[in-house]
């Protein structure tokens, strides 16, 4: 599943992480979200580091908070998600 961009995995220390924000109640089913962020992330060469930094970290495209809290509005995430990936400073 990590190699066709359907879960989100990062290696961490000597091992592979999974954040747990792409799991709902049943540990083996992943969120309908992960794979069109996965999938934004490709098309704007975001690392998956860089999108897992991203949706635990406050910002002011949700009001201070980080965008893990808004799973529940996966196509506001992705379109939010575009927009910080894409922005050029």
Not at 52 to 67: D, E, H, I, V
Request: hydrophobic content about 40%; some cysteine; charged content about 15%.
């Amino acid at each position: 599943m990590l190699a066709t961009g359907q879960l989100l995995g990062l290696i961490w220390k000597e091992g592979i992480v999974f954040p747990s924000c792409q799991f709902g109640r049943d540990p083996n089913q992943v969120a309908t979200l992960v794979r069109p962020l996965i999938a934004a992330a490709v098309d704007l060469d975001y690392s998956g580091f860089g999108l897992t930094f991203w949706l635990y970290s406050p910002t002011t495209y949700f009001g201070g908070g980080p965008p893990v809290s808004y799973i529940g509005q996966p196509e506001r995430l992705v379109e939010v998600f575009r927009t910080h990936a894409g922005s050029e400073w």
